[in-house]
C-alpha cells in the first residue's frame, strides 16, 4: 500500500502548496481512496502536479464535518464522476469553533447523489473498513477543546459523533482524531495509525499532554502524524515516542 499526501499543513516538496487541513491519496493492492479533501482546492491541485488523475479514485471519504478537511468535495464531484463520498450521517451538523466561527461543511452537498451518509461501520472488502468510533467504548473523556454543535438554537460541546475513521488491514486513518487518540488506539488497536491527533491546543510541558504521551507510549502502534497535532506538540511527542513517531507533510510518500 503506497500513502501520499496531497495537503497537510507543512510541505516536503516546494512545488506543492501546504494548508491548514488535510487530504491523503491511498493506494491498494486493488483500490485508489480520496481520503479527505483539504481546506480548498488545493490538494486537487497538487494531485495534477505529481501526476494523478482523480478520475482513478474508486471511493472517497469525509472523515469529519469540518470545512478544513471537505472544501474540495464539490470539485472533486465534477473531476470524478463514479467514486462515491463516504462521511457520517452527522457531517452535515452545525459545527462551530465556539459560538461564532461556523466551520461545518457546505451543505449544498446534500444535492448530490453521490453522498454515502452512514451511521454504523461499512465493510467495503476483506481488508478494508469504514469504522464509526461513536458506536464503541468511550474509555478516557473526549475533550472538545472549545468546538460546538449548534442544535435548536443551543450550542453545546461537540461529542463527534460524525467522525469516522478508514482501516485497511491492521492500519487505521484519520482525520484529526476529535474523539481522542487514547480512545481510537484502545478501540482498534492498529500496528499503524496515519492522521492528525488534535494536540494543537495542549501546552508542551503541562499535565495533559505528557499523559497522553505517556499513554500512547504504552501502545506498540507506530504513528504518522501531522496537521491538527501540533508542530510543538508534535516535537514534544518525538521526544517520548521515538521511532514510533513520523511527520506528516505535503507531497511525501509512505509505503506500508
Known amino acids: 500500500m503506497k500513502i501520499t499526501v496531497l495537503t497537510e499543513n507543512s510541505t516536503a ?8 487541513g488535510l487530504s491523503l491519496f491511498i493506494q491498494t493492492n486493488d483500490k485508489n481512496i480520496l481520503f479527505d479533501f483539504g481546506q480548498t482546492e488545493t490538494a486537487l491541485d497538487n494531485a495534477n502536479k505529481l501526476g494523478i488523475n482523480l478520475n482513478c479514485i474508486d471511493i472517497a471519504i469525509l ?4 470545512y478544513d478537511h471537505s472544501g474540495a468535495i464539490k470539485k472533486f464531484l465534477t473531476l470524478n464522476d463514479k467514486a462515491p463520498v463516504v462521511m457520517h450521517k452527522n457531517c452535515f451538523n452545525d459545527h462551530f469553533n465556539g459560538t461564532e466561527k461556523y466551520i461545518g461543511i457546505d451543505k449544498s452537498l446534500l444535492d448530490s447523489d453521490r453522498l454515502v451518509l452512514i ?6 472488502d476483506n481488508d478494508l473498513s469504514i469504522l464509526v468510533s461513536s458506536k464503541r467504548e468511550v474509555y478516557y473523556p473526549i475533550d472538545s477543546n472549545g468546538l460546538n454543535v449548534c442544535r435548536n438554537g443551543e450550542f453545546i460541546p461537540d461529542d463527534f459523533t460524525h467522525e469516522i475513521y478508514l482501516m485497511i488491514g491492521d492500519i487505521l486513518i484519520s482525520g484529526c482524531s476529535h474523539r ?20 494543537v491546543k495542549y501546552e508542551v510541558g503541562g499535565e495533559k499532554l505528557s499523559y497522553i504521551a505517556s499513554e500512547i507510549d504504552k501502545h506498540p502502534t507506530v504513528i504518522y502524524s501531522g496537521h491538527c497535532t501540533g508542530e510543538e506538540q508534535y516535537s ?21
Open 63 to 66: 472523515s469529519h464535518g469540518h
Open 180 to 199: 481522542g487518540i487514547l480512545n481510537i488506539l484502545k478501540q482498534f488497536e492498529p500496528r499503524v495509525f496515519i492522521g492528525g491527533l488534535h494536540l
Open 119 to 124: 451511521d454504523n461501520d461499512l465493510k467495503i
Open 236 to 256: 514534544y511527542l518525538k521526544t517520548i515516542l521515538k521511532n514510533k513517531l513520523y511527520p506528516l507533510s505535503t507531497g511525501l510518500e509512505y509505503k506500508l
Open 13 to 20: 516538496n516546494e512545488n506543492l502548496i501546504a494548508e491548514h
